[in-house]
């Protein structure tokens, strides 16, 4: 059984005391790739360091998450579009909106949105899209760009059955985690009406732990939990959840 993580902030410092042990957890319980979004200029070298430290597990993706934009966004787009000519990237993210916790630079997050979808498209690379309270908002920034060639995942996908049916058809995937093993969090309802093939699995690590973890740190070999869930959810077996969303997530970022 093979499983991608196509969401884990592994670089960062929680994981700093026993980054070795819990990759060699993900790699027994079945993850053979790990894919890494970007924060903003200073989380880079950490990143790049650690796939220089797992190489041909560990995969990076450039991006200004939107937490991070601020008035001096655009000096943030230009050095990470400077790191793009150095270094080998799989994707453009995490990008996005969030008005969950501030919705002060609101315009600036919806023009970064748009620069950096533009880049993507340029570069031929698929979109990590974070969408905090902001479906409207993300949706409204992608239609600007139906009929070009951009495909990507809904990050940490917690959106209607609409917004799934809307995401599925402009061809993006739904990044699934810990949230659907959450009680009552209505996640298991909606996917199972959308079907496998618009999924990928991710932790976002070492946020959202799923169940029974919840609260916790998060880390990849957790993935076996969200697998788990979608096979009962499906019906099907655990294997046959892996081998359909392996194939989604190595399709989308040409693994």
Partial sequence: MQLVDTHTHLYLPEFDTDRDEMVNRALDCGVVKMLMPNIDCESVDLMLSTEARYPGLCYS???????????GFQQELD???????????????????????DKTYKEEQITALRKQIIFAIDKKLPVVIHS??????????????SGADLKGVLHAFTGNIKDAEKATNMGFKLGIGGILT???????????????????LETDSPYLAPTPHRGKRNESSYICLINKKLSEIFKISEEEVASITFENSTRLFNL
């Fill in 61 to 71: 993706m450039i991006g200004l998450h939107p937490t991070s934009v601020n008035s």
């Fill in 79 to 101: 050095k990470l579009a400077e790191l793009f000519t150095k270094h080998k990237f799989i994707a453009v993210g995490e990008i996005g909106i969030d008005l969950y916790w």
């Fill in 132 to 145: 905090r309270d902001s479906f409207p908002e993300v949706f409204s920034v992608l239609d600007e760009f």
């Fill in 182 to 200: 959450f009680k009552n969090s209505g996640l298991d309802k909606i996917i199972k009406e959308i079907g496998l093939e618009h999924l990928i």
